[in-house]
Structure formats: C-alpha cells, structure tokens
C-alpha cells in the first residue's frame, strides 16, 4: 500500500493499523502496524497468507481518523482523506 497524499491527521498512539482483506469480510484479514508519519509518502509492506481468499480485496489505514482533515484544497474545491484506502484482486 502507498500514496503521495499528504493529510495531517495525528498518528494514532501505537503508530497506523493498516488492514489488508477481502471485500466483505474483514474478520479474514491480515494486519500489521507502522509508525512513518504521514509527511508526503507512505507505504508500507503486508504479507498476504498463501490462504488469502481470492478475488477482490482492499488494503485501508484501519484506524484512520479523518475528523481533522482539511477537505478543501488550494482552489477550493473539496476532496476527501476521509478514505484512506485502496482496492485490488487476488488471483
């Protein structure tokens, strides 16, 4: 998982739980923690089991608090950080 979006939200004590898991069914995912601020750049490594369901997944920031987040930009239209996230397939 990575990104180049800065969002200044604090980091939760404990560092980012970043979730990787089939769509739908968290409760068969994979977990793992960091602690790199978000300063520009993220990513971070997680290794999918052999036995990971196939088909379509999402890795996602877990403990993510948006509340903070400035949703505007600098020509004032909005987008959001409300969705630290992304989707693939497992084949």
Do not use: K
């Amino acid at each position: 998982m990575s990104s180049d979006t800065t969002c200044d939200a604090p980091q939760p004590s404990g560092g980012w739980s970043v979730l990787v898991a089939p769509v739908g069914h968290p409760d068969e995912g994979v977990r793992t923690a960091i602690t790199d601020d978000f300063d520009g750049s993220f990513s971070v490594t997680v290794a999918i089991p052999l036995d990971f369901p196939t088909g379509e997944a999402f890795a996602a920031i877990d403990n993510w608090d948006y509340s903070p987040c400035d949703d505007t930009n600098s020509v004032g239209s909005s987008a959001s950080c409300a969705g630290a996230s992304g989707s693939f397939t497992v084949r």
